[in-house]
């Protein structure tokens, strides 16, 4: 890679690791697609709550009774699209993912998650189920207030991580004199390659 490139694929990644730290930033909530099950795109925003550059890994959380789960267990290549309109950047991903639903990964993002956060995972209906009106899907207790830590206990059972680990990056910057394009490969041995492409 020219240094110029280097430079570029490092910046990404902080561009990446302030986005899952930094609620205002374009990064914050990507785009993830999945495979449905008759061979469709699946496309939903997520929060981008973990980036390990290193390894290269983007991590979001879910329900493991939600579409998508299923979805990454048939199929686990995944695309994440990323738009940071203040910077004029998109960011195209393509990974690999799995779901954990128990270990220190998924305990982690758990205990690192706000009391605000786990409320969403007290649903005692599957995400998607059918319902006869609008539904919040929570527990009637809980749906004008944060939940107490010990209230929170039995939604851990319904959460886990979705670790993906980055195979390519299409980065596009855009200004108006002139765009700017370029691509990023991941080899086996974790090391990286980036070539200039049009935009
Ligand atoms: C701003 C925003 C952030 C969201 N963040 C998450 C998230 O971090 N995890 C998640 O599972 N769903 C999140 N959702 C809901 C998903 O977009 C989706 O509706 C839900 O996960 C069900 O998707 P599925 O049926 O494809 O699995 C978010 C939705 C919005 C609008």
Same mark, same amino acid.
């Given at each position: 890679?020219? &240094?110029?490139?280097e430079q570029i #694929?490092r910046? !990404?990644?902080?561009?990446?690791?302030?986005?899952?730290?930094?609620r205002?930033?374009?990064? #914050?909530v @990507?785009?993830?697609?999945?495979i449905?099950?008759?061979g469709?795109p699946?496309?939903?925003s997520?929060? !981008?709550?973990?980036? &390990?550059?290193? @390894?290269?890994e983007?991590w979001?959380?879910?329900?493991w009774?939600s579409?998508?789960?299923? *979805?990454?267990?048939?199929? @686990?290549?995944v695309?994440?699209h990323?738009?940071?309109? *203040?910077?004029?950047l998109? !960011?195209?991903?393509?990974?690999?993912a &799995?779901? *954990?639903?128990?270990?220190?990964?998924?305990?982690?993002?758990?205990?690192? =998650?706000?009391?605000?956060?786990?409320?969403?995972y007290?649903?005692?209906? %599957? +995400?998607?189920?059918?319902?006869d009106?609008? =539904?919040p899907?929570? +527990?009637?207790?809980?749906?004008?207030?944060?939940p107490?830590?010990?209230?929170?206990?039995? %939604?851990?059972?319904?959460? $886990?991580v979705?670790?993906?680990?980055?195979a390519a990056?299409?980065?596009?910057? !855009?200004?108006? *004199? $002139?765009?700017?394009?370029?691509?990023?490969?991941?080899?086996?041995?974790?090391?990286?390659?980036?070539?200039?492409v049009?935009?």
């Amino acid at each position: 890679m020219d &240094e110029q490139l280097e430079q570029i #694929h490092r910046d !990404l990644w902080s561009e990446l690791s302030r986005g899952a730290v930094d609620r205002h930033h374009g990064f #914050h909530v @990507p785009t993830l697609c999945t495979i449905g099950a008759d061979g469709a795109p699946s496309a939903r925003s997520v929060v !981008l709550r973990r980036v &390990e550059p290193e @390894p290269g890994e983007l991590w979001c959380h879910t329900d493991w009774r939600s579409a998508k789960v299923a *979805e990454i267990r048939r199929a @686990p290549r995944v695309a994440w699209h990323f738009y940071a309109p *203040e910077r004029k950047l998109q !960011l195209r991903v393509g990974a690999d993912a &799995e779901f *954990e639903a128990t270990g220190p990964r998924a305990d982690d993002g758990w205990s690192r =998650s706000a009391l605000s956060s786990r409320r969403a995972y007290l649903a005692p209906r %599957a +995400p998607g189920s059918a319902c006869d009106g609008p =539904s919040p899907n929570l +527990p009637s207790g809980v749906l004008d207030r944060r939940p107490t830590e010990d209230e929170t206990v039995p %939604a851990r059972a319904n959460f $886990g991580v979705i670790v993906t680990r980055v195979a390519a990056i299409d980065w596009l910057s !855009l200004a108006s *004199e $002139g765009h700017r394009r370029a691509r990023f490969m991941r080899a086996a041995d974790g090391s990286w390659s980036g070539r200039w492409v049009e935009p």
